[in-house]
Structure formats: structure tokens, C-alpha cells
């Protein structure tokens, strides 16, 4: 172990899947390519991107956010994002009076067709146990501070159901174009421990 | 079920502390279990409720000990060999053996 000509030997999680996936591919069970495709497909083609999509139209678009709000499901299919993950949508729409926080306390269902693949934080204890108890304060360790006016909503994902926050547009984004509204969502605004910063020189 | 994986409201568990432009995935054996769990649907061996419920059933010290794609690893291992893809002796013989080859 000490010895520094050897390099350190693989680590339990890497021998463990190694043993699996070689057994598996020899008894033609998988594909390999197909792992290397699924691999690829969501480490590079979904992610938040996709969900600031949907936002930034909701914005520009009063119909297409009334759709989205009534059919979150059918709406965020309207721009070509479906499957797994994303079966049963609920946008929840942040106003001066409410703001909506998502969390999956049993596990870490999320909505991989417009987010993508959770941050560890998501899937980790401290923020499941936590923001269901203290909201605030968890949004606060995200620099989002909400004033007592404000009710704050968290939403429990289930098996079957997964939420989506639609922030509130920012102020200094008039007459900006669909696109350029979308370079400003992140994906811990859709979250809801973020919120949508406004934009220019505050007067 | 009530289990340690029902997290919501308990106390004790730190900071958040979010990581500034997380990677999708932090170690390549990540990926492959990401992949092999969900090429793995295609196969039969288990559903979605089945891979939850295998996790659910994970010790409570290993289940908070451990990541989250540890814990889908876990389940790939417990629901292959119950449903009979594999066996155990079969995997723990092919770990034992690349372990050999890795030193």
C-alpha cells in the first residue's frame, strides 16, 4: 500500500461493478455499446439546458405557460422532452406571494428529462431530511434569501409524480429574446434553492 | 415501509454544502452502474418499484454510509442474484479474480 511504484489498487465500488458488467456481457444479459449510448446520452444530451428551455418559452408565451400549468406532462413533451423519469410532470409557478422548493425525501426522484441527473445534494440526507423542516434555512445555505411575506412550499416527489419549479421571470429581462431568457435559468432555480437573478445595474 | 431511507424531517445530517459546477458523474465506475442499472431494465430482472425497494431494504448503517450510485450498485447485486442472472459465487469469484489481475 505504501509503496509508491504501484498505482493504487481499484477502488470496492470499481472491482464490484467491473465483476457485474463483465458476467452480465458474457451471458449477453447486456450491450455494451448500449451502456456506452446511455452513458452518453445522459452525460451530454439531457440536462438542466433542457428544463431553462421550457421555462424561458413559459415566459415568452402566456398560452404555452397556462398549458404548461394546467399539463405539465403534455406541454414539456410540446418541445420534444419525454421518457423516463418524466412520465407524470407538475410545474409549480413561483409568484411575489409563494416559492416552491422540490425535494424527493425517500429516495431521489427527480425529473430526469428536463434537469437531467440529480446533483449529489439532492440525494443526499442532510437536504432531504432537512428541507421539509426548515426551509428557510436551506435556502439560505444556497444564498436564496426569502423575505417572511413570502409562503414557501416544499413539494415531496413521489414514485410516480415529479415537480418542476417554474421561477419568476428576473426584472431587466424585457424584450429579451426566448433564447437569451433561457442562458439564465439554472437548474437550482427549477430546483427552487435559487431563484432567477435580476439582470442590469439596479437603479 | 418505514426504513432509514425515509429521511424527511430527521435531524442531524450537517451542512448541505452544494458542490459549484458538479460533473454529471464523479468516477467512471459511476457511470458504468448508471448504465449497466439502466440498460439492465431491458433484461426483465427488475422494475422500477423492484430497484426502490432494493435500496429501501439496505441496512441503515450501510444505506447512510454509503453514495448514492453505492447504493444502486447494491441493488443491481441483490435483485441479479435473487433473480437468478447470476449467482453470488459466480460474482464473488470474477471480483476476487480481477482484484488479482489489478495488483
Same mark, same amino acid.
Given at each position: 500500500m505504501s509503496d509508491p511504484s504501484h498505482t493504487a489498487p481499484p477502488s470496492d465500488p470499481e472491482l464490484r461493478i467491473k465483476a457485474l458488467e463483465s458476467l452480465l456481457v458474457e451471458k449477453q444479459l447486456i450491450d455494451p455499446d448500449a451502456v456506452d449510448a446511455i452513458i452518453e446520452t445522459y452525460e451530454t444530451?439531457?440536462?438542466?439546458r433542457n428544463g431553462a428551455r421550457v421555462v424561458a418559452r413559459a415566459w415568452v408565451d402566456p398560452e404555452y405557460k397556462a398549458r404548461l400549468l394546467a399539463d405539465g406532462t403534455k406541454a414539456i413533451a410540446e418541445l420534444g422532452f419525454t421518457g423516463v423519469q418524466g412520465e407524470d410532470m407538475v410545474v409549480v409557478e413561483n409568484t411575489d406571494e409563494v416559492h416552491n422548493v422540490v425535494v424527493c425525501t425517500l429516495c431521489s426522484c427527480y425529473p430526469w428529462p428536463t434537469l437531467g441527473l440529480p446533483p449529489v445534494w439532492y440525494k443526499a440526507a442532510p437536504y432531504r431530511a432537512r428541507v421539509v423542516r426548515d426551509p428557510r434555512g436551506v435556502l439560505l445555505e444556497f444564498g436564496t434569501r426569502l423575505t417572511e411575506d413570502v409562503e414557501v412550499r416544499v413539494w415531496d416527489s413521489n414514485a410516480e409524480l415529479r415537480y418542476l419549479v417554474l421561477p419568476q421571470r428576473p426584472a $431587466? @429581462?424585457? $424584450?429579451? @429574446?426566448e433564447e437569451q431568457l433561457a442562458e439564465l435559468v439554472s437548474r437550482d432555480a427549477m430546483i427552487g434553492t435559487a431563484i432567477v437573478p435580476a439582470q442590469g445595474t439596479a437603479s | 415501509m418505514n426504513g432509514v431511507h425515509d429521511l424527511g424531517g430527521m435531524h442531524g445530517f450537517g451542512p448541505i454544502n452544494p458542490e459549484a459546477n458538479?460533473?454529471?458523474?464523479?468516477h467512471d465506475w459511476e457511470r458504468r452502474v448508471f448504465g449497466v442499472a439502466i440498460a439492465g431494465f431491458g433484461g426483465g430482472y427488475y422494475n422500477t418499484d423492484q430497484f426502490r425497494h432494493a435500496i429501501e431494504r439496505m441496512g441503515a448503517v450501510e444505506y447512510l454510509s454509503t453514495s448514492y450510485y453505492e447504493h444502486w450498485l447494491a441493488m443491481l447485486e441483490t435483485l441479479l442474484i435473487e433473480r437468478g442472472a447470476i449467482t453470488k459465487q459466480e460474482l464473488d469469484a470474477r471480483r476476487e479474480q480481477l482484484g488479482r489481475e489489478a495488483r
Open positions: 444530451k439531457i440536462g438542466p $431587466g @429581462t424585457e $424584450g429579451w @429574446t | 458538479e460533473p454529471v458523474f464523479h
